[in-house]
């Protein structure tokens, strides 16, 4: 089984975390853990992006240094990674020794091969964006100019170090075409392959107007481009240059989760410029779609930005996880609303499986002598056969992002589970056949373990208190070590408590 490697984009330090790094981020982190679960060699990288014009700008804004205030930053973001629980397995900065040596020596490469070299910038620049906009992408308003993503520009004319773009656009388009999944969705794929076909110029990947970046080996006139020095992060954190470094053997190349916003970076210039150094291109780039506000674009100047940590304080930790997994198909935009979270938190989590997992485990507390026995009567129950069915098909989800889709497929088990609960009546059943009644309750329970396990990437924290009140701890939520459970023959649960409760809008 392949390892599998997966990027968030570095995040800037130019502002706090919004709803946008909190849906990158667990979307991430539920393939993370999905494949580590699966038996998957997996590795998960997050981080933050600490240099660049944005960040100069933000910290003479405030009156400070870019270094001041990309440490109070920094201590927000990795903030987030434990608020969020993500189970990343390493945190890169940009501003570390190991990435700066790496950047250095890809630099250095891309000199050694021709592919670098010096002349005179002049064109518009979106500072938002860290990135030069060609004129047929130009609108104009209010006298100002805008890029596609309503980003300000302003005019830049300087000296600047050029990579050879231009030489590499049908060498990327024979990328895409012999990978025909290197980005997904597929719609995302066929803007790249459009704008690629369109014609590239050379790219500018150095600056002299700001200081807030690493230094071009030999010119300390120049800072490297901001996009050349935060892409790099992804073998950065695998040990580049080292390339025998058994981290970046097992997990190079890798998956990258991105925005739609940062899309043309890392499916164009990213692969560029690694092909260009002689090195190995991802294995492919993820692009996710934006959230919108009760249906309105979210912008600071409307004051409707979503802050997921205040999502987290007043819903859960693990019902925002699964909202924003559940919600939307990944790859298209989404709308946050109030109403929609509770609802999906209250239909799905706390009544379709949180008040399933209660009643059925109370009533087994009081009346079943707290045990559940696993006879051959209770593993050959049709919905526990159906539920063992459908793996195939949840892994085939898993691959391609469909992460909706995948809830559909357990929420349909669950729903049949209720359905079964219902017409079997346990609790008619305790007054007229205790030896069917047990039966019920012991496939039902069966059934409760095995889409646990399959929820458990989604919501963990209930995963593992799931888990616990049937004496079993995290490591049996590993998809081969279901058989252990079962081979036990029967399990004792502890008193249960509510899991998931509902929410009073």
Known sequence: MENKYFTTPIYYVNDKPHIGHAYTSISVDVLKRFYKLLGCGSYFLTGTDEHGQKVEKAALDKGVDPKSLQIKSLKTFRALSDILNLDNDDFIRTTEDRHIKSVQNLWNRLLENDEIYLSKYSGWYSVRDEAFVAENEITEKDGKKFN??????????????????????????????????????????????????????????????????????????????????????????????????????????????????????????????????????????????????????????????????????????????????????????????KDAMINRINGDLSNNFGNLMQRVLSFIFKNSNQTIDFTDKVLNFEIYQNIISSQNNLFEMMDKYSFDGYLKIIFGHLNDLNTYVDKSAPWELRKTDQVRMKEVLDQISLCILKITQFLSPFIPNGAEKVYSTFGLDESYLSFDKFDEIIKKNSLKISKPEPIFMRIDS
């Open 148 to 337: 596609s993503f309503g980003s300000e520009l302003s005019w830049v004319e300087e000296e600047s170090y050029f990579f050879r773009l231009s030489k590499w656009q049908d060498r990327l388009l024979e990328l895409y075409d012999s990978v025909p999944n290197f980005v997904h969705p597929k719609s995302r794929l066929n803007e790249v392959k459009s704008f690629v076909s369109g014609g590239l110029k050379d790219l500018s990947i150095s600056r002299t107007t700001f200081k807030w970046g690493i230094d071009v080996p030999n010119d300390d006139k120049h800072i490297m481009y901001v996009w050349l020095d935060a892409l790099t992060n992804y073998i950065s954190a695998l040990g580049f240059p080292d390339q025998e470094n058994k981290k970046y053997k097992d997990f190079w190349p890798g998956i990258h989760v991105v925005g739609k916003d940062i899309l043309r970076f890392h499916a164009v210039y990213w692969p560029a410029f690694l092909m260009a150094a002689g090195l190995e291109p991802p294995k492919q780039i993820v692009a996710h779609g934006w959230w919108t506000n009760e249906g309105e674009k979210i912008s600071k100047s409307l004051g409707n930005v979503i802050d997921p940590i205040e999502l987290i304080n007043v819903y859960g930790l693990d019902q925002v996880r699964y909202f924003l997994m559940r919600e939307v198909p990944f790859g298209n935009d989404g709308d946050f609303s």
